[in-house]
Nanobody
Framework: QVQLVESGGGLVQAGGSLRLSCAAS????????MGWFRQAPGKEREFVAA????????FYADSVKGRFTISRDYVQNTVYLQMNSLKPEDTASYYC????????????????????WGQGTQVTVSS
């Protein structure tokens, strides 16, 4: 059974940092792209960042470029999202996803069509 389990969310002041983790299990993700999405109340789920498991190629939404960094750990089978210089508008539930696409492809593909999802972790940034 495939599982993506997110952790690391919480409450942080504007300008602060958080690191989210996505522990993946249940299959090999070597041919997959892993990504992070977020959804704020009343808004559509949006792409944040993605990384090709094999090769490590990355792609970011313009809104987080230069502030967020996505990475993966082969040994731990975990994908991370390091979030720095957080802003109140980064407040959302953050979800991990996996799909057989490219990082750029994950950014444009409808999130409803992505193969695997985690349950999400809440990030709240206070002003």
């Amino acid at each position: 059974q495939v599982q993506l389990v997110e952790s690391g969310g919480g409450l942080v002041q504007a300008g602060g940092s958080l690191r989210l983790s996505c522990a993946a299990s249940g299959r090999s993700f070597s041919t997959y792209t892993m990504g992070w999405f977020r959804q704020a109340p009343g808004k559509e789920r949006e792409f944040v960042a993605a990384i090709k498991w094999s090769g490590g190629y990355t792609f970011y939404a313009d809104s987080v470029k230069g502030r967020f960094t996505i990475s993966r750990d082969y040994v731990q089978n975990t994908v991370y999202l390091q979030m720095n210089s957080l802003k109140p508008e980064d407040t959302a539930s953050y979800y991990c996803a996996a799909d057989r696409t490219t990082p750029q492809g994950m950014a444009v593909k409808s999130w409803r069509l992505l193969t695997y999802w985690g349950q999400g972790t809440q990030v709240t940034v206070s002003s």
